[in-house]
Each structure stands twice: as structure tokens, then as C-alpha cells.
């Protein structure tokens, strides 16, 4: 069993930039491949970005070059770094760990993007 919690959201205006965080309760490498999924109101949830355990990382067409995701294996954490933030990108944001076999996934933590 993995717990996984997530932190960093908020309120921020069009234009601006938040660290999403995402610290796992048991060790994350090299056994899953972290990811980050969004929920807008009324919507389903979707995938965000990706970055295996070697590092290599995949992203939606839409976040491309403003999200960034990283990983820290000795702290067992991932992070989604996001700038130029739209209104669009507003939604609940999500961390999961998927080795294959088990997905675990957070809480979730709010972004709001608005003036």
C-alpha cells in the first residue's frame, strides 16, 4: 500500500506559476512510473503528464512546454512545475503511482486559475 499526498495548489491569475508536490508514504523507485491526472468541474478526470523511473517523461499536447514533471528518489516525491497557468488549467489535480500491477492515487489538491 502507498500513500501518497499532494500539496502546492491555490488560487493564482492567468499568467502565473504554482509546484504541485507529491510525496509517497513507501519507497516509489524504480517501481512506478508517477504520474499527474486533473478534474474540472463536470469533467472526467484526465491524464496530465508522466515520468518513468529512469526519468524519461511524456505531457498533454495542451501543458506541453508550461508543465514540467520531476521526480526525487531518495524522497520519494514528484513534482508538476506549471507556468503560464490558463484558466483552463483550473481543476483538482491528482498524483498516481502505477507500477502495473497496483495504482494508488492522492487526495487531490485544487488549482484555480483566475483574476
Known amino acids: 500500500q502507498v500513500e501518497l499526498v499532494e500539496s502546492g495548489g491555490g488560487l493564482v491569475e492567468p499568467g502565473g506559476s504554482l509546484r504541485l508536490s507529491c510525496v509517497a508514504s513507501?519507497?516509489?523507485?524504480?517501481?512506478?512510473?508517477m504520474a499527474w491526472y486533473r478534474q474540472a468541474p463536470g469533467k472526467q478526470r484526465e491524464w496530465v503528464a508522466e515520468?518513468?523511473?529512469?526519468?524519461?517523461?511524456n505531457y498533454k499536447g495542451s501543458v506541453k512546454g508550461r508543465f514540467t514533471i520531476s521526480r526525487d528518489n531518495a524522497k520519494n516525491a514528484v513534482f508538476l512545475q506549471m507556468n503560464s497557468l490558463k484558466p483552463e488549467d483550473t481543476a483538482v489535480y491528482y498524483c498516481?503511482?502505477?507500477?502495473?500491477?497496483?495504482?494508488?492515487w492522492g487526495q487531490g489538491t485544487q488549482v484555480t486559475v483566475s483574476s
Open positions: 498516481q503511482a502505477n507500477s502495473g500491477r497496483n495504482n494508488y
Open positions: 513507501a519507497i516509489i523507485y524504480p517501481y512506478y512510473i
Open positions: 515520468i518513468t523511473s529512469s526519468g524519461l517523461t
